[in-house]
Structures are given as structure tokens and as C-alpha cells.
């Protein structure tokens, strides 16, 4: 992939791990991480569900192969990184896009939900991180890219559970990144504003008028598509962001710089 600038991304001779490739944001990654070169290993719950991203990676020419793994559990965790080691080596790019949210007022949340939140995004994105370190270590070098939320920023009412959980992810973020860039690994985040995923287009058609506001509210006059993170992405996964660390990169079309 390259700019008018002349400056490429090439994620040539890499593999990447992309944890929530099953749909939105995750297969939107990956199928660009593949256009840059890199081999993906997708990963998520439900195999049958990464079906579409593998066949749109493959169509496009990529290297693409699925593995299951469900994060809320330590001992999948750790065979799926494994697996993946052996098969592939330690990867060079770990990206965790895990999905699910939950709309409930704080005060209607049972502690089930709130903990399911949390081992997902959070728990979740330390489980696999700690499973790969260690390979990424060996090989002196690695990027790893946590998808936060706008939500971490804001006091959004209903989502509180999982706004807690993205600002935990954040500071997770920045703890790895100040731990291991010693040891070569990079460790940056991406928090996109709401963004038009399976998920989000089947919650605004319950609230149509919900879309409408948000994207009065963007300078930019519409919310974000999956396939906008797919760039900070790119950059943050590539040898052009060497020196970036810790970082938690906003994709909101300006929505922040209006609210402050």
C-alpha cells in the first residue's frame, strides 16, 4: 500500500494475529493487514462466523487461516497461542479487537454482565498479550494494538460497563507498553467513536434516530465506517510507527475536539 507521498507500508515476511476478525472492525483490519502483505492468523469464537473474512482475504489474494478461541477462558487462551507458534512462529502484529457491549443502566447490571465485560475486552486483552509476549520477546521485536472505545472517555449513559472496561484497556495499554518496549514490543490502542459494524447497524435500526444525532454531532456530518480504523491501524502495525508507544490513538472525525 502506498500514498501519493511515496511512502509504503510493507508487512511483507510478517504474520499477524487479529483477535476478533469475525466481523466489523477486526475483519476490517485484517483484510487490510493482508493487502499490505502480512499472513493473518484470524481468531475468534465462532468459526463459522470468521467464514466471510477468510473468503474476502483469499479473494483478494491474501494468506489467511482461522483459529478458535473464546478469550474469557485462560486455558483456551493459552492453547490458541500456542497453536499458532507452532504453526506460524511468534507473530509479529497482535491485534485485539474483541466484540461485545452492553446497553443497561449501571444500577439494572448484574455482576455476571459486568464480569462477562470485563473478561472480554479486559481480562480478555491481558490473557492474550501474556500469551504471546513471550515469543515476541524472543524475536526482539512486535506490535500489539488494543481497540479501546470512545466510550473510555465519556460518561455515555447505558454503557458503563463497558466504557470501564475500555478506559481499564487503556491504562493496560500504556503499562505494556512501558514494560515491554524494552524488550522490542511496541503496545498501542485505537479507540474509534461508533462505528458502522454488524452489531451497531442492528442497534441503530432500533433507535433510528440515533445515527442522525451522532453524525450531527462529527464535524465530519457521519459516523465512522470499519473500514476507517483500517489505516491508524496499518500505521500503527508498520515500521513507521517505531517510535510510537503507549499510545491511545482517537478515530472519531473530531467528535472529542467539538465536546472539549
Known amino acids: 500500500m502506498s500514498s501519493a507521498t511515496g511512502i509504503s507500508i510493507d508487512l511483507n515476511d510478517t504474520v499477524?494475529?487479529?483477535?476478533?476478525?469475525?466481523?466489523?472492525?477486526?475483519?476490517?483490519?485484517?483484510?487490510?493487514?493482508?493487502?499490505?502483505?502480512?499472513?493473518?492468523?484470524?481468531?475468534?469464537?465462532?468459526?463459522?462466523?470468521m467464514e466471510s473474512t477468510i473468503a474476502a482475504i483469499r479473494a483478494?489474494?491474501?494468506t489467511v487461516e482461522a483459529e478458535t478461541v473464546d478469550v474469557r477462558r485462560p486455558e483456551a487462551v493459552t492453547g490458541f497461542a500456542r497453536?499458532?507458534?507452532?504453526?506460524?512462529?511468534?507473530?509479529?502484529?497482535?491485534?485485539?479487537?474483541m466484540g461485545g457491549t452492553l446497553i443497561r443502566p449501571l444500577r439494572d447490571v448484574k455482576i455476571e454482565e459486568w464480569d462477562d465485560i470485563h473478561n472480554t475486552h479486559l481480562r480478555g486483552t491481558l490473557l492474550v498479550c501474556q500469551a504471546f509476549v513471550g515469543a515476541m520477546a524472543e524475536k526482539g521485536y512486535g506490535k500489539i494494538i488494543n481497540l479501546?472505545?470512545?466510550?473510555?472517555?465519556?460518561?455515555?449513559?447505558?454503557r458503563g460497563a463497558y466504557a470501564v472496561a475500555k478506559a481499564g484497556l487503556n491504562?493496560?495499554?500504556?503499562?505494556?507498553?512501558?514494560?515491554w518496549g524494552p524488550l522490542g514490543i511496541r503496545v498501542n490502542g485505537i479507540a474509534p467513536a461508533t462505528t458502522r459494524t454488524p452489531r451497531v447497524t442492528r442497534q441503530l435500526k432500533i433507535d433510528s434516530d440515533r445515527e442522525a444525532a451522532l453524525a450531527k454531532l462529527s464535524p465530519l456530518g457521519r459516523i465512522a465506517q470499519a473500514d476507517d480504523m483500517v489505516g491508524p491501524a496499518l500505521f500503527l502495525?508498520?515500521?513507521?510507527?517505531?517510535?510510537?508507544?503507549?499510545?491511545?490513538?482517537?478515530?472519531?472525525?473530531g467528535l472529542m475536539a467539538v465536546a472539549r
Open 16 to 49: 499477524s494475529v487479529v483477535i476478533g476478525a469475525s466481523e466489523g472492525i477486526g475483519a476490517a483490519i485484517a483484510a487490510g493487514l493482508a493487502a499490505a502483505g502480512s499472513r493473518i492468523v484470524a481468531g475468534g469464537r465462532d468459526a463459522s462466523r
Open 60 to 62: 483478494a489474494g491474501g
Open 83 to 97: 497453536a499458532v507458534i507452532v504453526k506460524h512462529g511468534a507473530p509479529t502484529i497482535l491485534v485485539n479487537s
Open 148 to 158: 479501546s472505545s470512545l466510550s473510555a472517555y465519556r460518561g455515555n449513559p447505558l
Open 171 to 179: 491504562r493496560l495499554t500504556a503499562v505494556m507498553a512501558t514494560e
Open 237 to 253: 502495525a508498520s515500521p513507521l510507527s517505531d517510535y510510537v508507544n503507549g499510545q491511545t490513538l482517537v478515530v472519531d472525525g
